[in-house]
């Protein structure tokens, strides 16, 4: 089944570490995204990309890299930069005319600084 | 830029009831897309049903129907025969048409509960 898929499902990170998060998808869309989820702020988009070896920051993309080497994956870097990392994240993948159909979200990481 | 509003943050409803979730934006551009997504205690994200701006009739898809109010810039769900599965967050979703809006921007998001 075609889908996407969000790796760890939970993640802890030491403060001052760098973690990376996984997001593949066999879709075979074009444009992936990554949001991050709090509580009582709605979803806030960090990145995306709508094309292989091309991304655009979002709204909050401080202290966040992402790469897109390949059209299925599009992994997210938590530096050590980010102030305030602990969240819900979310990758989600779309059709190039993303508003046909919306986006197709994958099940989320909880990342947790300790 | 884009903003969605949604002014509730909690409700509750009664099963078999029916309920309306509210949401407004503001945007200058005259052809754009809404969406209602819902996301139950799972956390996956599920996408309910969607609006075409250029399109005066109001969606629907089984007990989830619109009132999409371009003017006032309005775009409330309604769901009818309320379901314990319905149980969830809803966030309300903006996409805009042209350059550089053509990315999903969400509202804070309600939690729906539906009491047995």
Not at chain 1, 52 to 78: H, M
Not at chain 2, 8 to 25: F, G
């Amino acid at each position: 089944d075609g889908g996407i898929t969000q790796s760890p499902k939970y993640l802890f990170r030491k403060e001052g570490q760098n973690v990376t998060l996984s997001c593949e998808q066999n879709l075979n869309h074009d444009a992936m995204y990554w949001y991050r989820q709090d509580p009582g702020q709605g979803l806030r988009l960090i990145y995306y990309s709508q094309i292989v070896n091309d991304f655009q920051k979002g709204d909050i993309a401080e202290g966040y890299s992402v790469s897109r080497e390949k059209k299925e994956s599009f992994p997210l870097t938590v530096t050590s930069a980010q102030k305030n990392p602990t969240a819900f994240y979310l990758c989600a993948s779309s059709i190039v005319t993303g508003h046909l159909h919306g986006y197709t979200f994958g099940s989320g990481t909880r990342l947790t600084v300790v | 830029a884009q903003t969605v509003t949604q002014s509730q943050p909690e409700m509750s409803v009664q099963e078999a009831e029916t309920v309306t979730l509210s949401c407004t934006y503001d945007t200058s551009e005259s052809n754009y897309y809404l969406f209602w997504y819902k996301q139950p205690p799972s956390r996956q994200m599920i996408l309910v049903i969607r609006q075409e701006a250029y399109k005066q009739q109001n969606a629907t898809e089984n007990r989830f129907s619109v009132n999409f109010q371009k003017a006032a810039k309005s775009f409330s769900l309604k769901i009818s025969d309320s379901q314990l599965g319905d149980t969830a967050m809803y966030f309300c979703a903006f996409m805009g048409e042209k350059g550089g809006s053509e990315k999903l921007v969400f509202g804070k998001g309600m939690k729906l509960t539906v009491n047995p």
